[in-house]
T-cell receptor
Framework: GDSVTQMEGPVTLSEEAFLTINCTYT??????LFWYVQYPGEGLQLLLK?????DKGSNKGFEATYRKETTSFHLEKGSVQVSDSAVYFC???????????FGTGTRLKVLA | DVKVTQSSRYLVKRTGEKVFLECVQD?????MFWYRQDPGLGLRLIYF???????EKGDIPEGYSVSREKKERFSLILESASTNQTSMYLC???????????FGQGTRLTVV
């Protein structure tokens, strides 16, 4: 079946450092890909998405590109802030089913 | 501001009790989902519904049931709570056109 694999955390960075969180997927069809973020004590909220190969999603300085050839959707940010500390989930959704498959989440801690 | 509201943030129940977790969305979405979130396992799908009075099993339905009598409300029922159902429960509704999922703030359930 479909699956999502993302790098284990926690990831600890200093403020203004470069962030990469790796995410790869396996899927039989043509899924949409998402990054969700969960701040402490809250539910998940959409960070960015891409619906087809070579699409780049971006929001709040975060970016990820849908790479079909490497089945990847890595999350990047050029300069992290303390307020970016959260858990990040990579996910896929098969078109038309609305069911999501999530990775296990990566906790990011940014130090001032 | 769109909203998915879960009735409780924290619940403590005894083993064997029947437990109801309520979720209400104000976005007129057809698609609603219940997940449980556990450390190291990410989010796992329990049940979902694409319409009123319709329900489908997700990946881990054992020990749970659901009810969808109205479009905006999707209830998760633990028929006889057990300690291995101690978890964070997240409700989501998904927009049919964009595929974006909107999550409630979560209910942290402890079964003692």
């Amino acid at each position: 079946g479909d699956s999502v694999t993302q790098m284990e955390g926690p990831v600890t960075l200093s403020e203004e450092a470069f962030l990469t969180i790796n995410c790869t997927y396996t899927a039989t069809g043509y899924p949409s890909l998402f990054w969700y973020v969960q701040y402490p004590g809250e539910g998940l909220q959409l960070l960015l998405k891409a619906t087809k190969a070579d699409d780049k999603g971006s929001n709040k300085g975060f970016e990820a590109t849908y790479r079909k050839e490497t089945t990847s959707f890595h999350l990047e940010k050029g300069s992290v802030q303390v307020s970016d500390s959260a858990v990040y989930f990579c996910a896929l959704s098969e078109t038309g089913t609305y069911k999501y498959i999530f990775g296990t989440g990566t906790r990011l801690k940014v130090l001032a | 501001d769109v909203k998915v509201t879960q009735s409780s943030r924290y619940l403590v129940k005894r083993t064997g009790e029947k437990v109801f977790l309520e979720c209400v969305q104000d976005m007129d979405h057809e698609n609603m989902f219940w997940y449980r979130q556990d450390p190291g396992l990410g989010l796992r799908l329990i049940y979902f519904s694409y319409d009123v009075k319709m329900k489908e099993k997700g990946d881990i339905p054992e020990g749970y049931s659901v009810s969808r009598e109205k479009k905006e409300r999707f209830s998760l029922i633990l028929e006889s709570a057990s300690t291995n159902q101690t978890s964070m429960y997240l409700c989501a509704s998904v927009h049919s056109k964009t595929g974006e999922a909107f999550f409630g703030q979560g209910t942290r359930l402890t079964v003692v």
